[in-house]
């Protein structure tokens, strides 16, 4: 159907008009230079409207080669009469291979500052524009990653952050498949049948998977869909991708601490009422080894003393339940943490030679800001991690204390690591849970109690473990000036 061509505009006024049609539409000069594009086409191309304005316009789409010439060569024309064609070219749309085949109609005209020529573009496979339709949808301002794929299962386009979970860049899957999206992702045992469900178009939605981007361990759920045309045919799909990473740890620390209510809980209501009888016992049993003493009864004697043993690991098990229910309010204030550890020193040596184990203390940045904490809090943690350290290491071996300014994330990092056989993997992600311990005479609570007690002061505490030993790294906001 004819459309009529102004040609008594003044460019600025026809550029205008072009930029409001809702059809991709391109204004070319009378040298075949692109003066004027739409959004539509601008999307279209997949590229920047400053990387298409003054360029050629066969840089962008093929034509027949007589067409070709028209344009270039309109200067001079008188003939206007057959000012209106419909030919078929391709564009030469960025990442897209083959380039898509589109009908173009070619309206020319003269205004008042030259030749110009309208070239208004319908796409021959409609699906094409019905999927870039929903691309352009589904990917405007989306914290959710998105891919979409054309019916033949290439990459029609792509998210930031669906690139940012992937580990990739936009222009290096563009037209690849669902394969190449993954080239720099650690695969799990999940990913063959994520892959399998994608290549033989199983659709799917909640596929829980993981994997390892460079150090980054990402928790994704995955949808992927079909994309239907109003007709029924199917025109392409997408794959949307759920980060769910920081949910799957705030789901573990809330399960942990819903642990730790409940087992403070328990020891508010029954710890001071198990201590006053055992108190008593303990009285009684340390008269009744003076007695058997007096009387020579060793093997009795020795009996008694097991007892007391046992009484005063059950004490020290209530102290630690005590500390959890009713843990002492913390007094938050600047804390020098060099001047924490220089004082601890003294006991973390004296542990360390009776295991015939070196301490070695490592400052490896001058002039360390504070943190703000409560320092009789954090001598509990230190000493305790160290303490574990030393005893997993049993006799001999080299414990390391490191401190560590790491200025990007305003942070101040202590690390405690021995050479010990390191932890389990299977206990890597119990250790902080109440009453898990690898210890024989452990109580599994010192790890718990000092996780509460560095988040309490806005840090974190995270373990890495080896053949090469076990390091733990606790992490404080520092006060930054």
């Given at each position: 159907?004819?459309?009529?061509?102004?040609l008594?505009?003044?460019?600025?006024?026809?550029?205008?008009?072009?930029?409001?049609?809702?059809?991709?539409?391109?204004?070319?000069?009378?040298?075949?230079?692109?003066?004027?594009?739409?959004?539509?086409?601008?999307?279209?191309?997949?590229?920047?409207?400053?990387?298409?304005?003054?360029?050629?316009?066969t840089?962008?789409?093929?034509?027949?080669?007589e067409?070709e010439?028209?344009?270039?060569?309109?200067?001079?024309?008188?003939?206007?009469?057959?000012?209106?064609?419909?030919?078929?070219?391709?564009?030469?749309?960025?990442?897209?291979?083959?380039?898509?085949?589109?009908?173009?109609q070619?309206?020319s005209?003269r205004?008042?500052?030259?030749?110009?020529?309208?070239?208004?573009?319908?796409?021959?496979?409609?699906?094409?524009?019905?999927?870039?339709?929903h691309?352009?949808?589904?990917?405007s301002?989306?914290?959710?990653?998105?891919?979409?794929?054309?019916?033949?299962?290439?990459?029609?386009?792509?998210?930031?952050?669906?690139?940012?979970?992937?580990?990739?860049?936009?222009?290096q899957?563009?037209?690849?498949?669902?394969r190449?999206?993954?080239?720099?992702?650690?695969?799990?045992?999940?990913?063959?049948?994520?892959?399998?469900?994608?290549?033989q178009?199983?659709?799917?939605?909640?596929?829980?998977?993981?994997?390892?981007?460079?150090?980054?361990?990402?928790?994704?759920?995955?949808d992927?869909?079909?994309?239907?045309?109003?007709?029924?045919?199917?025109?392409?799909?997408?794959?949307?991708?759920?980060?769910?990473?920081?949910?799957?740890?705030?789901?573990?620390?809330?399960?942990?601490?819903?642990?730790?209510?409940m087992?403070?809980?328990?020891?508010?209501?029954?710890a001071?009422?198990?201590r006053?009888?055992?108190?008593?016992?303990?009285?009684?049993?340390q008269?009744?080894?003076?007695?058997?003493?007096e009387?020579?009864?060793?093997k009795?004697?020795g009996?008694?003393?097991?007892?007391l043993?046992?009484?005063?690991?059950?004490n020290?098990?209530?102290?630690?339940?005590l500390?959890?229910?009713?843990?002492?309010?913390?007094?938050?204030?600047?804390?020098?943490v060099?001047?924490?550890?220089?004082?601890?020193l003294?006991?973390?040596?004296?542990?360390?030679i009776?295991?015939?184990t070196?301490?070695?203390?490592?400052?490896?940045?001058?002039?360390?800001?504070?943190?703000?904490?409560?320092?009789?809090?954090?001598?509990?943690?230190?000493?305790?991690?160290?303490?574990n350290?030393?005893?997993?290491?049993?006799d001999?071996?080299?414990?390391?204390?490191?401190?560590?300014?790491?200025?990007?994330?305003?942070q101040?990092?202590?690390e405690?690591?021995?050479?010990?056989?390191?932890?389990?993997?299977?206990?890597?992600?119990?250790?902080f849970?109440?009453?898990?311990?690898?210890?024989e005479?452990?109580?599994?609570?010192?790890?718990?109690?000092?996780?509460?007690?560095?988040?309490?002061m806005?840090?974190?505490?995270?373990?890495?473990?080896?053949?090469?030993?076990?390091?733990?790294?606790?992490?404080?906001?520092?006060?930054v000036?």
């Amino acid at each position: 159907m004819p459309i009529a061509f102004h040609l008594d505009m003044e460019l600025d006024q026809l550029t205008s008009w072009v930029e409001r049609m809702p059809q991709a539409v391109m204004l070319v000069d009378d040298q075949g230079g692109v003066v004027a594009v739409n959004h539509q086409l601008v999307n279209t191309l997949r590229s920047e409207r400053d990387e298409i304005l003054g360029r050629p316009c066969t840089r962008f789409v093929t034509l027949p080669q007589e067409v070709e010439k028209y344009i270039t060569q309109t200067e001079g024309t008188t003939d206007i009469e057959n000012r209106m064609l419909s030919v078929h070219g391709n564009l030469q749309v960025k990442g897209l291979s083959p380039p898509p085949p589109v009908v173009i109609q070619l309206i020319s005209g003269r205004s008042r500052s030259g030749w110009y020529h309208l070239l208004l573009f319908t796409f021959e496979s409609q699906p094409l524009t019905i999927v870039q339709q929903h691309a352009e949808a589904l990917l405007s301002d989306l914290c959710v990653g998105v891919v979409v794929f054309d019916r033949a299962g290439s990459v029609v386009e792509i998210n930031l952050a669906a690139c940012e979970l992937l580990g990739i860049r936009r222009q290096q899957v563009l037209g690849e498949t669902v394969r190449d999206l993954f080239c720099n992702v650690n695969p799990v045992a999940s990913q063959s049948t994520l892959f399998d469900q994608c290549t033989q178009g199983e659709f799917f939605r909640n596929f829980s998977t993981a994997w390892e981007v460079a150090d980054n361990h990402i928790e994704a759920v995955i949808d992927y869909q079909p994309i239907d045309h109003t007709s029924g045919d199917r025109v392409g799909s997408y794959l949307m991708i759920r980060d769910v990473t920081d949910l799957h740890t705030l789901e573990m620390q809330l399960r942990r601490t819903d642990r730790l209510a409940m087992i403070g809980q328990i020891a508010a209501g029954t710890a001071h009422e198990i201590r006053n009888p055992l108190t008593s016992i303990k009285g009684f049993l340390q008269v009744m080894k003076h007695a058997l003493r007096e009387k020579g009864d060793l093997k009795e004697q020795g009996y008694t003393e097991i007892m007391l043993r046992e009484i005063d690991r059950i004490n020290d098990l209530l102290s630690e339940f005590l500390l959890m229910s009713k843990p002492r309010s913390a007094r938050m204030y600047p804390v020098q943490v060099i001047d924490v550890l220089q004082e601890l020193l003294p006991l973390i040596e004296n542990e360390a030679i009776l295991h015939n184990t070196e301490v070695r203390y490592e400052e490896l940045e001058d002039d360390l800001p504070k943190i703000m904490a409560d320092g009789e809090l954090l001598k509990q943690v230190f000493l305790n991690l160290c303490k574990n350290g030393i005893e997993a290491m049993g006799d001999g071996g080299v414990l390391t204390i490191r401190i560590r300014w790491l200025k990007e994330e305003e942070q101040l990092g202590i690390e405690v690591a021995d050479v010990g056989p390191g932890i389990p993997t299977y206990a890597l992600e119990k250790i902080f849970d109440p009453f898990f311990t690898t210890k024989e005479t452990g109580t599994g609570l010192g790890l718990s109690v000092c996780q509460r007690i560095v988040h309490d002061m806005g840090g974190t505490i995270h373990v890495s473990s080896g053949d090469w030993g076990t390091t733990f790294t606790v992490l404080i906001p520092a006060l930054v000036k």
